[in-house]
């Protein structure tokens, strides 16, 4: 093979190599600071109630078996995650449904928003959901869901489903017999934070997360191996300002206010999810007391020594 004699053969030579000089690059592979991709966004519940009370008249769990609609940024080209490593959805389950049992390598959570009568089973365990619960279900575990009440029952859900598309350990199975056979039913579980826990905890607390909120409380330490939970309260009023590497969605349990993501202000109210991607400046201005769960992959971060935070 002749040895290229010019500028122009040599990119021709490793451009067929699928190859390229780390001189001559397409696209720069190092850049100063974090790129801002993923896009700030509020998705409101007010909005999608309607969508998912109609979803229940048309769409059974004989074909759907999870009845959720996921949040995907709006950012160009993304096909699923809300922001980068993490994605979020609302779920509703109608009474005598049933959600069969499966497992997968992404962890779980769930934010209970509505309704009364559900429970969840993880791995043998059955514990009832009630509105303002956090519930877990970590990587591999079985877990179903199945209303025995009265009431449509809506949830949020949290996964880190996009990190295990970029790492790529993606295992799902669906239970060979649809449920667990054994089953003991639970008040108290590792798997579950009760609301009124919750509410005690944060009434004691004075961690304000250096003035990014009134007080919070962290929900497991961490919740998740890939995911950090903090109860936050806000006082009426506008927080300090936040910026940090770790991806955030914020769900509000109560009250409402606006989120500033730089020149972005996202409203909100009970219910809606507000996504503030990596390293984007923000601060909340709650117009009334407030409670939010912030939802964030900091363990990843602080685990591959990547984490940075500024407060303002």
Not at 34 to 56: I, Q, T
Not at 220 to 228: Q, S, Y
């Amino acid at each position: 093979m002749t040895k290229p004699q010019s500028l122009d053969e040599l990119y021709a030579r490793f451009d067929g190599m699928h190859m390229e000089g780390g001189w001559h690059r397409r696209f720069p592979a190092l850049w100063p600071v974090p790129e801002e991709n993923f896009l700030p966004y509020v998705w409101r519940y007010a909005d999608v109630y309607p969508v998912l009370e109609a979803a229940g008249d048309l769409v059974s769990t004989e074909f759907a078996e999870r009845r959720n609609l996921t949040m995907r940024n709006p950012v160009e080209g993304n096909r699923y995650a809300t922001v980068r490593t993490l994605v979020a959805a609302y779920q509703m389950v109608k009474p005598g449904e049933i959600a069969r049992s499966h497992r997968h390598t992404p962890n779980a959570l769930r934010l209970i928003l509505d309704g009364r009568g559900t429970t969840t089973t993880v791995n043998g365990k059955r514990v009832e959901m009630r509105p303002g619960d956090v519930m877990l279900t970590p990587n591999w575990a079985w877990h179903a869901h199945e209303n025995a009440g009265n009431d449509d029952c809506y949830w949020l859900d949290f996964l880190d489903v996009p990190t295990v598309h970029l790492l790529e350990p993606m295992f799902f199975e669906r239970h060979p017999n649809g449920l667990e056979a054994e089953v003991e039913d639970v008040e108290i579980s590792p798997v579950a934070f009760r609301w009124e826990d919750t509410l005690a905890a944060l009434e004691s607390s004075s961690d304000d997360a250096g003035g990014m909120c009134a007080a919070q409380v962290e929900l497991g330490d961490p919740a998740l191996d890939t995911v950090r939970l903090y109860m936050q309260r806000l006082a009426k009023g506008a927080t300090r300002t936040h910026r940090t590497t770790a991806n955030s969605l914020f769900a509000v349990v109560e009250g409402q206010g606006k989120t500033c993501i730089g020149d972005t202000e996202l409203t909100w109210a009970r219910g809606d999810v507000v996504a503030v991607p990596a390293w984007r400046a923000y601060r909340h201005e709650a117009s009334e007391a407030s409670v939010l769960l912030r939802v964030t992959d900091k363990p990843v971060f602080e685990k591959l020594g990547w984490l940075r935070e500024e407060i303002a």
